[in-house]
């Protein structure tokens, strides 16, 4: 085991010839792997700061040309499900039915605001299984973090609810832009097999008559994977935990939005692919400092790093042995 001899050595900069003691700015994690993981004070503004950033860099890294590959297998598994789409989704649907759901969506909205449904809850299993994949759920989760985080002044958790926000900002974007693009008939509203695709509708006839248009690709299961990736990325060591119990939460809400019309089956493979890049996108980034200082570290016994406060300069050295 490493130990540590630090020196400390200030330079006072103040009029009261006083000393000032550095708050703690930042907190670090082993991960499972032997890396460490820094988390500095979580700040709130950076979630829309760096939206514009985060838009074009996840903008080029997606068209890099090492993503050659994944996009292969996005749509080669896009284009076998589409040719069984009508299929699979007639298959589900008889499940449903055999299995006493129904096909139909029976949320109730209890809280409304002029046309725009604000609170929505599940009335029986079917609905509880789309509710998996609510924006409320998202908020539940996300809010759990943050609560943990302040409380307990960790720093970890406040990152991690902080980067879900920021990255269903991120991801929202995308998606939004891409069922504009394709504008693919959702399996309720279809008037074709496999729903008719008619790109870029207006902007009114898509907020009129929105199940018409949006079908692809599938916001629900970006952002629930999106939200499960985040979570694993910030908590390796809880990966046999969280994994499992997200996948079977994605299966089941994936299987219910086929048998209640939402979703076709080849919505999924870009939503999915969608939410892992997005999550590990936002959750490298809030950690990505941490990386390159362990890198720095590793070079050498000594390290110097520096303090600076309103009131105080000065320099932090230390020796591993």
Known sequence: M?????????IILSFTY??????????????????????EKPDWKTIFMELPHSTLETLKLAFAPDTFWPWMGILSSTAVLYEYDEDILLDVQKQGRNLGFGN??????????????????????????YFIGDGWTQVFVTASFFYYGVSRND????????????GLFLSTFYNQFLKRATGREA??????????????????????????????PSGHVMTGTMVMT?????????????????????????????????????????GIAMGIFYGKYVANQWKHKSEKLLEASNKSNFHILPIVQSNMLGATLSYDF
């Open 187 to 216: 399996p309720t509203n279809r008037t074709e097999p496999r729903g008719r695709w008619r790109p870029f509708p207006s902007i009114k006839t898509y907020s009129e008559h929105t199940a018409d248009y949006d079908a692809m």
């Open 104 to 129: 139909a969506d029976n949320t109730k909205t209890i809280l409304r605001a002029g046309d725009i449904n604000l609170i929505r809850v599940p009335t029986d299993t079917g609905s509880f299984l």
């Open 2 to 10: 490493k130990k540590k001899l630090q020196v400390i050595l200030f």
């Open 155 to 166: 720093y970890r958790a406040w990152n991690t609810s902080y980067q879900i926000v920021h």
């Open 230 to 270: 985040i979570i694993n990325e910030n908590y390796p060591e809880y990966s046999h935990i969280t994994l499992p119990i997200g996948i079977s939460l994605l299966s089941l809400l994936s299987w219910q939005m086929m048998n209640n019309g939402v979703h076709w089956a080849s919505d999924y493979p870009l």
């Open 18 to 39: 006083e000393v000032g003691f550095a708050q703690e700015n930042s907190q670090s994690v082993t991960l499972p792997d032997g890396t460490v993981a820094t988390y």
